[in-house]
C-alpha cells in the first residue's frame, strides 16, 4: 500500500474515538435532562457537574483526534 | 505543524506562527510572535478593562463595574463552592487564569485574528502551571501527607498494587488532559469553521446559501465553546486545587 494512503486511513481510524465521546456526552445530558425533568428546583445546582461530566468525557474522545491531527500533520 | 500543512490559504493556514521581532536568547527561538503579540494584548485588554471598570467606585454600579462585580462574584462563587473559604486565597490565581483563557478564546472569535490558544504549547505550558502550583500547595500543606492522595480510604490491601499506580497515573495525566482538552476545542472548531467556509466559495452559486448559513450558526456555538472551555478549564483547576487543600479522596 501507498504509505500516504496508509496515512490517511490511520487518522481516519484514529477518529473513531469520537464515538465514544458521542455517546457519552449523550448519556451525560440525556441523564440531566431526565432528571431535571422529575426534579426542576434541585437542577441549577447540578448544572457545574454536568459541565464537568461532559468535560470529562469530551476529553477522551478528543485524545483521538489529537492522534489523527498528529498522524497527518506531525 | 500548521505551517507544513498552511502556506496558501488551507484551513490550517489560520494557525501559522508568524516571526514579528527574531530574537534569539542563549541558542532559543524566543522571537516576538503574533502568539506574543496576542497574549500582550490580551493582558493590555484585560488590565485596561478592570481600570476603568473601577476607576469610579460607586455604590450602586455602573455599566462597565457591574460586568466587573459579576466576574468577580462568579469565579469567586466557583471557588466557594469547589474548594471552601480555604481556597479564597488562591482567589487571584484563578480569576486571572480565567480572564486570560476567556480573553484569548474571544479574541480569536474575531475574523482574522490569531487564536493562541489553538497551540497545544500554550495550553500546555497553563496547564503545567496549574498542575505545578497545586501540587506545591499540597506537599506544602500537607507535607509528606500530600502522598496519601494515591491511596484511597476503604481499599483492601491487596488491592494497592493496582489501585495506587492508577491513581499516580491518573495524578500525573492531568496537565496533558487539561491542555488537550483546551487546544482541540478550539483548533478544531477554528478548522471547521474555515472547512466550511471554504465550502461557501468553492461550490456553485445556487448552493452557496447553505455553507453561509452553517458557518453563521456555528460561530454562534463556537462563542458558547470558546466560554464553555475557559469555564471548564477553571472548574478543574478548582477541583485540583480542592484535592491540594482539602484532600478529600
Keep these: ?74 | 505543524m500548521a505551517a507544513e500543512a498552511g502556506g496558501g490559504h488551507g484551513p490550517m493556514s489560520q494557525f501559522e506562527i508568524k516571526r514579528y521581532v527574531p530574537l534569539d536568547l542563549f541558542g532559543q527561538d524566543a522571537s516576538f510572535t503574533n502568539a506574543s503579540l496576542y497574549m500582550v494584548l490580551a493582558v493590555l485588554l484585560i488590565t485596561a478593562f478592570f481600570a476603568a471598570a473601577m476607576r469610579n467606585r460607586a455604590l450602586v454600579p455602573g455599566r462597565l463595574q457591574s460586568v466587573a462585580e459579576m466576574s468577580y462574584e462568579f469565579i469567586a462563587n466557583m471557588v466557594r463552592e469547589n474548594v471552601g473559604d480555604e481556597g479564597m486565597k488562591y482567589f487571584p490565581f484563578i480569576f486571572s487564569l480565567f480572564v486570560f483563557v476567556l480573553v484569548l478564546n474571544m479574541l480569536g472569535m474575531i475574523p482574522g485574528t490569531f487564536t493562541v490558544t489553538s497551540h497545544i504549547i500554550v495550553t500546555f505550558a497553563l496547564a503545567a502551571l496549574v498542575f505545578l502550583v497545586v501540587t506545591a500547595i499540597g506537599f506544602a500543606r500537607h507535607g509528606l501527607g500530600y502522598l496519601k492522595l494515591f491511596v484511597p480510604d476503604g481499599v483492601p490491601i491487596w488491592l494497592m498494587p493496582l489501585i495506587v499506580p492508577i491513581e499516580l497515573i491518573s495524578y500525573l495525566i492531568r496537565p496533558i488532559s487539561l491542555s488537550v482538552r483546551l487546544f482541540a476545542n478550539m483548533m478544531a472548531g477554528h478548522t471547521m469553521l474555515k472547512v466550511f467556509a471554504g465550502f461557501a466559495v468553492s461550490l456553485p452559486v445556487f448552493a452557496k446559501i447553505a455553507p453561509v448559513l452553517f458557518t453563521t450558526a456555528f460561530t454562534g456555538l463556537e462563542f458558547v465553546v470558546a466560554f464553555l472551555q475557559a469555564f471548564i478549564f477553571t472548574v478543574l483547576t478548582c477541583i485540583y486545587l480542592n484535592d491540594a487543600v482539602n484532600m478529600h479522596h
Design chain 1, 1 to 74: 500500500m501507498d504509505p500516504q494512503a496508509a496515512k490517511y486511513i490511520g487518522a481516519g481510524l484514529a477518529c473513531f474515538a469520537l464515538i465514544g465521546a458521542g455517546i457519552g456526552i449523550g448519556n451525560i445530558f440525556g441523564n440531566y435532562l431526565s432528571g431535571a425533568l422529575r426534579n426542576p428546583s434541585a437542577a441549577p445546582g447540578q448544572f457545574t457537574n454536568l459541565l464537568i461530566g461532559f468535560a470529562l468525557a469530551e476529553a477522551t474522545g478528543l485524545f483521538g483526534l489529537l492522534v489523527a491531527l498528529i498522524i497527518l500533520f506531525g
